[in-house]
């Protein structure tokens, strides 16, 4: 029996190539990767009324209408709009409810810091700022369960990119129409949590990395005007860290550049890259900004911030198990540390590892860290589905990427601010714990092996 030749291998492999399809990188895999505004708005009309909520959300805590327009500030919109969200996700038909591990982390941690308010040193605070806590579980919870198709996660992204430039883009305009000088203020964004100038940098550092790695994803699908424009979300949001005038948010921005533009390869290009990157940031700080900088760990508010961590360190020690009670650092220490308040009265610890230790104690604190490393393992899960071939046009790898620049510039920049209850690190887990939902989804549809 004679057997067919079978063609020299060099020809095979020729002939496999030719018989595949010519994949044209400029043609989206998702056709709202062009960013055309009727393309998505008809997708977002078709999301629901749960997703119109949660979008809402963002916009009411994000660019803050009703403080904008005081006539609409008669009534709590953020807790309304999401009362709406969950009345529309439970009228939703086809999904059913998920709680993951993330999810049960999420509920752990709050147990614990409800748990410590029975046990508080002054009750009273801790009950009175408990909506603080359990708020994020709302939060949380809604956007994992309305954000979980590709679609719905980039019209979310789309609109929480909007709302920080729209924050990003203003106040990059007060610190250039002041000369770029540095003031004592730095500058603040609207009334709630980015009030404060150094809570507002550190929102710059979450928006900031997202935009820059989404922005670089969809550069081969958008226009060129529509890709100048998105790259001044980054470059805004930098310049707003660096007129807000906030130590710890200004070298949280300068260990960003390292995944961003260095991503983790060592080279002469890369090396030269962040050089320059970096002088140009420690050039674009005022002189008096660099001043601070020289008299870190000398002047009144370094040396006071220094005693609340060694005090909050000792109070942690002390009451182990559930800490001092949630909320109750500022009580405690006014009552027990006076002679170490060189202030009139004193303040959070300025550390969200402190914060959370003395509010809930060791078994609160280790919830925390495991949600932080919660959010690692939910990237690099992404990541994983990422490098498979059919995954590598979806905007997975950039998102996650984004995300994980943004929890280290909240993690540095958190060690000398007390914002462990702010939406920072909350709604960051949320998309991150939704990225990973949709990779998976993803995946299976492509009939890819789990990972």
């Known amino acids: 029996m004679q057997y067919p030749m079978r063609p020299p291998a060099k020809a095979q492999r020729a002939t496999d190539v030719a018989s595949q399809p010519v994949v044209d990188a400029s043609v989206p895999v998702n056709p709202l990767y062009s960013l055309k505004p009727g393309a998505l708005w008809a997708q977002f009309k078709k999301e629901g009324f749960a997703f119109w909520m949660i979008c809402g959300y963002i916009i009411v805590e994000y660019v803050r209408p009703q403080s904008i327009i005081p006539a609409l500030d008669v009534l709590p919109w953020g807790l309304l709009v999401l009362l709406l969200a969950l009345i529309g996700r439970l009228f939703e038909k086809g999904s ?70 729209k924050v990003s883009f203003t106040l990059a305009k007060v610190w250039a129409m002041r000369g770029f000088a540095f003031t004592s203020w730095g500058l603040q964004g609207p009334p709630g949590f980015m009030a404060n100038s150094g809570e507002l940098a550190i929102q710059m550092l979450m928006y900031g990395p997202l935009a820059l790695f989404l922005t670089l994803f969809l550069r081969p699908y958008i226009s060129k005007w529509k890709f100048r424009v998105m790259m001044m979300m980054p470059i805004t949001a930098a310049m707003v860290v660096v007129g807000a005038s906030s130590r710890g948010a200004q070298v949280a921005l300068g260990y960003q550049l390292y995944p961003t533009l260095l991503k983790g390869r060592l080279s002469v290009r890369n090396l030269l890259l962040i050089g320059l990157a970096g002088w140009a940031l420690f050039a674009a700080i005022p002189e008096g900004q660099k001043a601070r900088f020289m008299s870190a760990g000398d002047d009144q508010t370094s040396q006071q911030r220094l005693i609340y961590w060694k005090r909050g360190i000792e109070m942690i ?40 230790g003395t509010d809930a104690g060791f078994i609160g604190l280790a919830c925390f860290l495991a949600l932080i490393l919660r959010t690692g393992w939910l990237a690099s899960r992404v990541n994983r589905f990422a490098r498979h071939p059919e995954m590598a046009r979806h905007f997975l790898l950039p998102i996650s990427r984004g995300l994980m620049a943004a929890l280290w510039g909240f993690l540095i920049a958190g060690q000398f601010v007390t914002v462990s209850y702010y939406p920072y690190f909350w709604i960051n887990l949320s998309m991150m714990a939704c990225l ?5 989804k993803l995946a299976a549809q492509k009939g890819l092996p789990p990972r």
Not at 123 to 151: G, M, Q, R
């Open 96 to 165: 059913a409810w998920l709680v993951d591990g993330t999810g049960w982390l999420v509920l752990l941690f709050n147990l614990v810091v409800l748990t410590s308010c029975f046990f508080a040193q002054y009750p009273d605070y801790s009950w009175a700022n408990i909506k603080n806590c359990y708020y994020w579980v709302i939060v949380f919870f809604l956007i994992v369960n309305i954000v979980n198709t590709e679609s719905r996660l980039l019209l979310f992204l789309t609109v929480y990119l909007l709302a920080c430039a």
């Open 317 to 356: 020690k002390e009451h182990p198990v559930l800490g001092i009670g949630y909320r109750n650092f500022l009580p405690y220490f006014e009552r027990h540390y006076p002679q170490d308040m060189f202030y009139s009265h004193a303040q959070l610890p300025h550390n969200i590892f402190i914060e959370v």
């Open 436 to 440: 990973a939902n949709v990779a998976a």
